[in-house]
């Protein structure tokens, strides 16, 4: 095992910014903080693609191969009985959306998908719109994008079973953490799967996983350590390095920005160029932008932090986890009103304003993800209140460009 990874704290910026935020168009403003990071407001360029769903969805996995996405499982219908749907669907710029071949399996929603840089590959997951417990899935299977074929995996350890796990690839091993489980113990469960072996392993943290993130063959992981206090559990954030070594991993810990707070209320964690980005909300909706430099484990690492200020909620599923996707040093953050981009190389932030629509397919257990043409996202499963009492369902399939409208 590594040495303990060294951290040196110090609180060198401050960025009090009040992000206003608006359905409509906004002025196209923009603020500059006393550290010189600029804060950018306008409408956000965004496209309608047409020929996807045309039903609200939740619940679905969307993979990036390289060429084109993947989009497989969830519910729809009514938020309230969704139906599993079982039209896996693919779409690049070229060729929009094409029906592929179904998985073996049971059809399910909210289960894990990565690329291998080979293969598609699913894993858990649920039979049960809105169950944990019940329909918990072991399976898994891999999709080949050239040959359009779907091939079983090997069935993982019934105690690994999570929805809305996240996934990675390390040197062909493919880590599986966060999401929910029945237990707490099942949710402090990290999943480890030897693509060539066929074989599961596991690895077993000191509570719940929040997040995982991968650069370079490192494999970062945030879960909240939970230790007994009268019988009740109490929270503390953690953050290491995971060290997989075939399908088990040891993990170094790595000290945390310094703060009053023993737990975040959500987190979020990313790598952007050779920035390890955490991002954190408070129980008072404050966010803060925690940054430090990647280090080779010989000098000390340095947390620098952006306080962005009061802003809702970033957890669209209503879970610990703040999605955030990464282009190039630029990470992005959105809640159901407007997308967050924050530039680490250029110390610049920028919120775009949604429309309705736009916000719902970002929101309500949607899922969303970066691909050289924008952010795309696909489904939604919103209710709109119009005149008259009338309820309209919102939803729909989008890509957001990387930069606002001038």
Not at 241 to 248: A, N, S, Y
Not at 302 to 326: A, C, H
């Amino acid at each position: 095992m590594a040495e303990q990874v060294q951290v040196r704290f110090v609180n060198i910026r401050t960025l009090a910014v009040a992000l206003s935020i608006s359905l409509g168009l906004l002025s196209g403003c923009s603020t500059t903080s006393e550290t010189g990071w600029v804060t950018e407001e306008g409408k956000t360029s965004s496209e309608t693609l047409e020929g996807g769903p045309d039903y609200p969805l939740f619940g679905h996995s969307m993979t990036w191969t390289g060429e084109q996405l993947v989009i497989v499982g969830g519910a729809g219908g009514d938020i309230t009985d969704g139906l599993l749907v079982d039209d896996p669907l693919s779409w690049n710029r070229n060729r929009g959306f094409e029906p592929i071949e179904k998985p073996p399996g049971p059809v399910r929603t909210r289960q894990a998908a990565v690329w291998t840089g080979e293969e598609v590959m699913i894993w858990s997951g649920t039979t049960e719109p809105f169950g944990v417990a019940d329909g918990l899935l072991s399976s898994a299977a891999a999709y080949e994008p050239t040959t359009k074929q779907w091939r079983s995996l090997a069935d993982s350890p019934p105690e690994l079973g999570k929805v809305s796990a996240e996934g990675v690839v390390v040197d062909r091993i493919v880590v599986f953490a966060g999401g929910s489980a029945p237990t707490t113990e099942g949710e402090a469960l990290i999943a480890l799967y030897d693509l060539d072996s066929d074989q599961w392993g596991t690895t077993k943290l000191s509570g719940p996983v929040s997040d995982i993130a991968t650069k370079n063959g490192q494999v970062f992981v945030l879960w909240d350590e939970v230790a007994p206090e009268d019988g009740d559990p109490v929270p503390s954030t953690r953050l290491g390095l995971l060290e997989v070594e075939g399908v088990t991993a040891s993990v170094v810990p790595i000290e945390l920005p310094a703060t009053n707070q023993e737990s975040w209320d959500s987190v979020g964690l990313a790598v952007a160029g050779q920035s390890l980005i955490l991002l954190s909300q408070d129980s008072e909706m404050v966010s803060t932008l925690h940054i430090t430099e990647l280090s080779d484990g010989n000098e000390p690492i340095e947390w620098r932090r952006e306080v962005l200020g009061d802003i809702p909620s970033l957890s669209p599923s209503n879970d610990r986890r703040i999605p955030l996707s990464v282009v190039g040093t630029m990470v992005v953050a959105h809640d159901m009103t407007s997308l967050y981009w924050f530039d680490i190389d250029n110390e610049t932030s920028m919120v775009q304003s949604l429309d309705p629509n736009e916000g719902c397919a970002l929101g309500s257990s949607s899922e969303s993800i970066v691909t050289p043409d924008g952010l795309v996202a696909i489904g939604g499963n919103c209710t709109r209140v119009k005149g008259g009492g009338q309820e309209e369902q919102l939803f729909g399939s989008y890509v957001f460009s990387l930069a606002a409208d001038s």
